[in-house]
Nanobody
Framework: VQLQASGGGLVQAGGSLTLACRAS????????MGWYRQAEGERRDLVAQ???????LYGSTAKGRFTISRDNANNMVYLRMDSLQPEDTGVYYC???????????????WGQGTLVTVSS
């Protein structure tokens, strides 16, 4: 299984970006999908998470500004980010909890990360 993230870039404060992540490979089922942010020198923190049924959980900095969504048919997860601020800068990683074989537990898979830089 591979997760490919895209959509990062340089944006001015107050701007918007939409990140996308696609899971590919042998996928028999997908539970939670989510986005994490890692700023330089800091730990990787949850930005937003969405269940297979559409239930959403947001980190404190994302509430009211970011929207997570997913396309189950195409194994994709999106993160719409509005009102971006310099403190949102970091590498954004997608994660998905996926089953690759019947009878096996679900496992977490990570994408390679996409850099978001917000200038003031």
């Amino acid at each position: 299984v591979q997760l490919q993230a895209s959509g990062g870039g340089l944006v001015q404060a107050g701007g918007s970006l939409t990140l996308a992540c696609r899971a590919s490979g042998t996928i028999l089922g997908t539970n939670d999908m989510g986005w994490y942010r890692q700023a330089e020198g800091e730990r990787r923190d949850l930005v937003a998470q969405i269940t297979s049924g559409g239930g959403m959980l947001y980190g404190s900095t994302a509430k009211g500004r970011f929207t997570i969504s997913r396309d189950n048919a195409n194994n994709m997860v999106y993160l719409r980010m509005d009102s971006l601020q310099p403190e949102d800068t970091g590498v954004y990683y997608c994660k998905a909890n996926i089953r690759t074989r019947w009878g096996r537990d679900f496992s977490d898979y990570w994408g390679q990360g996409t850099l978001v830089t917000v200038s003031s």
